[in-house]
């Protein structure tokens, strides 16, 4: 996942696709909540760390590591600004 569209295009889609839901599917509250939390600790963690495996940053079985609080901003510059 080295390239910088594809990422910034994994990690947009999930969230325009879950208010969109919101508004036409009508789902629950608590749905909509689960889904946003499962989004922001489960599958940006396992994204970022794929992202930072990809350019050999942290190994592959240190993703996990990405959920404790901080760690995206240790890795803000590779995540985010380099291609």
Do not use: C, Q
Not at 25 to 33: D, L, P
Not at 59 to 76: C, N, Q, S, T, V
């Amino acid at each position: 996942m080295r390239n910088l569209f594809i990422y910034y295009f994994l990690i947009l889609l999930p969230p325009v696709l879950l208010f969109w839901f919101k508004d036409s599917a009508g789902i629950s509250s608590t749905v909509w909540i689960a889904s946003i939390s499962g989004y922001a600790l489960v599958y940006r963690t396992y994204v970022d760390g794929k992202r930072l495996a990809a350019k050999n940053i942290i190994r592959e079985k240190d993703i996990w590591k990405m959920i404790l609080p901080g760690r995206r901003w240790l890795h803000f510059r590779e995540l985010y600004l380099k291609p």
